[in-house]
């Protein structure tokens, strides 16, 4: 059966009598994602695991994770506290600890498994990587059940029914999720914001029908800032989190009752089937009791949907895994979305470092050669883009100056980078002795047009290795426009990874995919640099 | 029209607290050729590069074929008469100062057609004919990198006669250079000031100064502490100065 009948009850969630989706994953929350390398270590990561697996042992650390968790009294879990109310997150009132209701969850499981609590930090999306390597004894952070991962972990019974909300402009033209099944204003489809592979990523997009626009974000809260900016029509959001920030965006309201629902549930490693037996009997302990429903209470994430908790176990979530496509034939069956996200990332730098070498160039010109105002301006320009991080200026140039998501990604990109082609040139010129210079002038050439004809051709012969390097690294880079929903290569690899457990075979092809992409570059500037070597040489002096 | 090509009145420098020329006021006639000698640190090339305003100067003013610049005048004003002046006298460097990304005729039409718009043709057929003046005729395609220095040197006295100028500055042309290669320079220069054109040469080829100059002027000190015909300089100095500067070079060389 496609749905988890039986453990699904009749939602109130959608338009047609079809019954509701399986829910995918989804990082659920405000994750602002912390700096792009990290991707890219996860790539590396990945890398490595495919090596562990080359060498064919399964990972199981440690016999019996339970019998350790006893002995040393103590039960880690692996969650993220980086901007998720109301699962975990910074204590108000006590900045250095955590609060929030998987915090008071864990307390109360640690101790009916016999052991005390202990918080370790993750990144959201490397959380089930820490478990793999042994870091971790548990995974809860608002990981909800999925099919892909009940094959690679043992997962325990929900703790949670969530659910999607819709959320829209107040008075605004939509009121509820049906509303999106007619044609926006002007024809155009919906703009419906969601949180980049999540449930209500997948809902939308295989539920939104012709009318709705998916644009992803990497942020829960940033979805709901483009709604209250006017950058997109309404976002689907999960209901915990919509409850948590709705205070936070007066201008939106809730359109409409939830839709959509799926289960969170706490991941153990494969082999720990005692761990998980233990938790699973702490967690039905805390059903019965009402000990959930008061904690829930408390949040004010209780409602009727928490009542199927009571009938939904771990083995019935379980007896529908079967095993998917693994290896290239997982490759092959994505291979259109990696190469659409290549087509992004390619675009993204081809546009933005011409502006870059441009506005560099102007700038180091500037900085050489022009007046007092003009130089302390322009230090001032390439110090503060040089001095403050890539995604920073991205979010001013799509949240504050609210301009189109591709505009400001390769204008983004263009300035921040003409920072740095700026000290190239300025180097590059400044290798240029004086006598050259002096030469041009006495030669009766304007100062400009002695740096345009004498200095500048010169100087790019000295610069065009930096520049293809910064031009590889920018290329790179490009990741960071996923914080303003461009879905670019790394951005599709963390998709994947996630959706499908592919984390090595994804890891692999997007690796390929740029290098596909980049040693050509090199091989462009090397070519370039021999020709630009050579052309004199031959004279064709009148060019 | 002033007989003076070039004229120079109470033209003081200074480089902070150090006063590099203290009121030098010297003048070329058209077609002259005046040889500038003195000890190093004298302020001799400082004098050369104040007459086409690559060193700007405190006090005084310098007029060259009748374009006058005084210390007074500073920014566009100063820098349009700059670029007239370096339109109508050319200035070869003791560095040649070649452009190493452009071809030996590269150089040599450049500011031609990109300052006085010359057709390319045109610039190249002048070209051709300054080469081939200068011996050089072999090398038209050659880069700057492949030649010895006194055919760099050479190059670049073809590339300021391309500007049909009025004058040529000489920096200190031979000093980087071995004595073959020196002679080859010289004898081009002594060519030209046959040819009748206007030179101002800063040397310590005395021999040169004594064959070939109108006019030897001896800087000391930031002045110029004699001046007058090479047998008189040569043979009956008047200054303390030049019979120490002479005696120094007849040593060294």
């Known amino acids: 059966m496609e749905e988890n009948a039986g453990l699904e009850p009749p939602g109130p969630e959608v338009c047609s009598a079809q019954p509701a989706v399986r829910l995918r994953p989804r990082p659920f929350r405000n994750r602002r994602q912390a700096v792009p390398s990290f991707r890219r270590l996860g790539l590396l990561a990945g890398v490595a695991l495919l090596v562990l697996n080359a060498a064919g042992c399964d990972r ?118 049906c509303d999106l099944k007619a044609p926006g204003p002007g024809g155009r489809p919906w703009r419906v914001g969601v949180l980049v592979q999540s449930a209500a990523d997948t809902f939308a997009a295989e539920r939104g029908g012709p009318f709705v626009e998916v ?140 502006l870059a070498m441009l506005i560099g160039l102007a700038v180091a010109l500037g900085r050489l050669y022009g007046p007092a105002p003009v130089r302390v301006a322009l230090t001032g320009y390439v110090e503060i883009l040089r001095g403050t991080p890539l995604m920073l200026q991205l979010y001013v140039l799509f949240y504050l100056l609210k301009l189109p998501p591709w505009v400001a990604g390769i204008a983004g990109l263009a300035i921040n980078y003409s920072a740095y082609e700026a000290e190239i040139y300025r180097a590059g010129l400044q290798a240029i002795p004086a006598g050259q210079m002096e030469a041009a002038l006495a030669l ?62 994804f890891a692999v092809a997007t690796s390929v995919l740029y290098m596909a992409m980049s040693v050509p570059l090199s091989w462009f500037s090397r070519w370039s640099e021999r020709r630009l070597g050579a052309s004199g040489a031959k004279g064709g002096a009148l060019v | 029209m002033s007989a003076f090509m070039i004229e120079t009145s109470d033209l003081v420098k200074r480089h902070g607290s150090l006063e590099v020329l203290r009121g030098v006021s010297l003048s070329v006639r058209r077609g002259e050729v005046a040889v500038i000698i003195g000890s190093s640190g004298g302020g001799k090339s400082t004098f050369l590069r104040c007459l086409n305003g690559l060193e700007r100067f405190q006090g005084g003013s310098v007029t060259v074929d009748g374009l006058c610049v005084d210390a007074a005048t500073t920014g566009s004003a100063r820098s349009a008469v700059v670029r007239q002046v370096c339109r109508s006298v050319g200035m070869v460097f003791q560095g040649f100062n070649l452009f190493p990304h452009l071809s030996v005729l590269g150089n040599v039409t450049e500011a031609p057609v990109h300052v006085l718009g010359l057709a390319p043709e045109r610039a190249e057929a002048r070209a051709r004919d300054l080469l081939d003046r200068v011996g050089l005729l072999d090398k038209v395609h050659a880069m700057p990198r492949e030649l010895s220095g006194g055919q760099q040197q050479r190059v670049a006295i073809a590339r300021a006669l391309a500007m049909e100028p009025r004058a040529i500055l000489f920096d200190e042309p031979t000093s980087a250079l071995d004595p073959r290669m020196t002679a080859e320079v010289l004898s081009v220069m002594a060519d030209l000031a046959r040819d009748g054109l206007t030179m101002v040469v800063v040397t310590h080829a005395m021999k040169f100064a004594r064959q070939v100059a109108d006019t030897v002027h001896v800087f000391d000190g930031g002045r110029v502490v004699e001046s007058g015909p090479p047998d008189q300089v040569f043979e009956a100095p008047r200054q303390e100065a030049t019979r120490l500067l002479l005696a120094e070079t007849s040593v060294a060389a």
Request: aromatic fraction near 10%; charged fraction near 20%.
């Open chain 1, 60 to 177: 199981t650390p440690r016999g019996d994770t339970l019998a350790r968790v006893r002995s040393a009294h103590t039960l880690v879990y692996g969650s993220d506290q980086e901007g998720g109310g109301p699962y975990i997150y910074p204590n108000p009132e006590s900045p250095r600890e955590v609060t929030g209701f998987e915090v008071e969850l864990m307390k109360s499981l640690a101790h009916e498994v016999g052991a005390a609590p202990k918080f370790a930090q993750g990144q959201w999306d490397r959380l089930l990587q820490n478990l793999d390597a042994g870091m971790v004894d548990v995974v809860i952070n608002g990981y909800e059940w999925t099919e892909e991962r009940g094959r690679d972990y043992l997962a325990s019974r929900p703790y949670y029914v969530y659910q999607l909300q819709l959320m829209a402009p107040r008075g605004g033209r939509i009121t509820e999720w």
């Open chain 1, 215 to 354: 644009v992803r974000f990497d942020g829960a809260t940033d979805a709901m800032t483009a709604v209250a900016n006017g950058q997109i029509d309404a976002t689907l959001q999960d209901l915990p989190a919509a409850q948590f920030y709705r205070d936070r965006f007066p201008s939106l309201a809730f359109a409409g009752a939830p839709v959509g629902r799926g289960y969170y549930v706490i991941y153990c490693r494969r082999g720990d089937t005692q761990l998980r037996e233990a938790i699973d009997r702490g967690l039905e302990r805390l059903i019965d009791s009402g000990d959930l429903r008061s904690l829930y209470e408390r949040y004010g994430l209780w409602n009727d949907a928490q009542g199927e908790l009571t009938t939904l176990s771990s083995a019935s979530l379980h007896a529908k895994s079967q095993s998917g496509p693994r290896g290239l034939a997982l490759i092959r069956r994505y291979a259109p979305l990696l190469l659409d996200a290549s087509f992004v990332t390619v675009v993204l730098s081809v546009g933005s470092m011409p």
């Open chain 1, 444 to 505: 009766g050439m304007s100062r400009s047009m002695a740096l345009r004809r004498v200095i500048v051709p010169q100087a790019v012969r000295i610069v065009i290795p930096p520049v293809t390097n910064d031009f590889i690294a920018l290329f790179k880079d490009t990741s960071v426009c996923s914080v303003i929903t461009l879905v670019e290569l790394t951005k599709q690899y963390s998709i994947l990874a996630n959706s499908t457990g592919g984390v090595v075979e």
